[in-house]
């Protein structure tokens, strides 16, 4: 029998995704990215050097897997044939790649209204990447986007080029963005055809030939994380997708039964860059501290990440709606030198303690942290390679995290390189 592992985000992304899944594409046969797009930012590294890729799954690096960018996801081509030459810079030559041609297709006005959207909010921004994220879905929902098979009929995507245009500049013109002409778009859109066009084929298909066949390893790699989805998030400070395992299906073409077992990946303390609630923020010397020792700022903006202690809250919430079987607690080296560690368990609320998080942001921003103190450790943890390595109290920790979200902890991770990694459940270890 194959199988089949999603590897999720269950904060505010940024958890480590990148790293865990290029663990596991080690031996993966398929690596499937199946929403989000060139918003995500995931770091991989190993023997010495630091990866960064953003639409490109993190099973790139292994020449004998093949990488699909699904159609539940917005492809920037111009940024994808980016990602390709930087890889190319970095000796990345020998890779499968393959890209849905359902998925939806980010065009150059996307990103210039998804910053013009964001001026007119003021005050009330998202504090958005800029990628044009929002913008691309809404256009894929409103049916009126372009996906990325269309280039490969240049008849067909000259006529939707057109209506698009057509559309775009009147709504382009009104904010006082510069307009686009036919074609230059058309002409920089046929080059990037001519390039990634080999690459471009129905995804679906070929994921679930891979399904069919025995023995074959498939890991689903989610972006951001599940705190920011369309639909559960702390909306509307989310993002315009669902990265949660649920989306999995619909966004790779597959049925839902193929799902065998979910990694949901969780900073052992938690992170979130951009604007919206976030109960358990730490502000002054201690977030100071966190975010030097962790390099807490973002991969694809730069923008310094916000910290704030662990939210059992929000690790129950988001293993409830992903079905998450085991915790990859990322960044756990970051915590050590505390003198105590806190994990939040509740939200204090109105006079009330609520043990899942609230739907309105407005609730949610009243929301205090109930927190319980650890005791923290002192030893430098990076060099951990088995549970017996780890100090009494950060195996204490642990267990407290267990204890809280009722979820076991699969992977511990204690630095940023690939070896940096301790494998607690023997059935991950047999992925
Ligand atoms: P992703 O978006 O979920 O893939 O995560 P990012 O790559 O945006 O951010 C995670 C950051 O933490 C990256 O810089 C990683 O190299 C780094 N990282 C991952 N795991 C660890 C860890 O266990 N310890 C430390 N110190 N850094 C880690
Ligand atoms: P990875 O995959 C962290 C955040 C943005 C903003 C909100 C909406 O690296 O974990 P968007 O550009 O998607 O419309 O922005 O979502 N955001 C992320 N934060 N990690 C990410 O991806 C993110 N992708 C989007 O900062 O708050
Ligand atoms: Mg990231």
Redesign the pocket.
Known sequence: MSERLVVT?SQW???????ITDWFACRADMVVRYQGGNN????V?FDGHKYSLQSIPSGIFNPATVNVMANGMVVNPESVVAELERLHEQGINDYQLYISDRAAMVMPWHSALDGAYEAMKGGEKIGTTKKGIGPAYSDKYSRTGLRMGDLLEPEYFAERLRAALEQKNIELKSLGLPEFRFEEVYGRYMELAAILGPRICDTSELINSYLRMPDKKILFEGAQGMMLCIDHGTYPFVTSSTPSASSVPVGAGISPKWIDNVVG?AKAYCTRVGEGPFPTELQGELAHEIRER??EYG?VTGRPRRIGWFDAVVARYTARLAGTDYWAL?????LSGLDKVCICTGYECDGKVMTTPPSTISRLSRCKPVLIEVEGWKEDITGARSWDDLPEAAKNYVRKIEEVTGVEVGII????DRS?TIILSEKLKDF
């Open positions: 985000g992304g940024d958890e480590g995704k990148g790293k995500a930012g995931h770091t590294v990946v962790g390099h991969t990322m960044l756990f080296d970051v991770s204690v630095g940023p940096q």
